[in-house]
């Protein structure tokens, strides 16, 4: 696919009827393969992100899908941000910054008080951990049902100042 100009990107609610979605996560989840055991694997699969409550967005180039992000609730006022995705052949564009700043905005907009994660801690992982920590994330200890793991980093940020 040849690479375009990132002004072009365009983000939306996700729309589980288009075809591109499917092939999209789960060539997600055979990205991650490789990366840890599966119990050390905690994407979400296509049911689990129609569940209530749980909100996914993409993005396009054009027609093209090229990227995910979704937030599922954790308890009142946290939410964890989950399938983030940028196509391997679109990395390195911007595109997955664009996704968490739309993401970390819709939190905001409805008063969410914090924003967990869950990312592996392989060198696989390194740039997102890196994007993360550039939008403010810090480490913090398993969240959820998380438990220590020496695959898993896990990082949270607070959306509430001085809290």
Known sequence: MPRRNWMMLTIRRADFADPQLEAFLTAHLVDLE???PPESRHALELDALRAPGVRLWTAYDGESLVGTAALAPVDAGHEE???MRTDPDQRGRGIGARLLDHALDDARSRGVARISLETGSADYFAPARALYRRRGFAECEP???YIE???STFMT???VPGR
Request: glycine fraction near 0%.
């Open 81 to 83: 941000l989950k399938s």
């Open 149 to 151: 793991d020496v695959h």
């Open 157 to 159: 940020l607070d959306l």
């Open 34 to 36: 490789p990366t840890s």
């Open 143 to 145: 969240f959820a049902s």
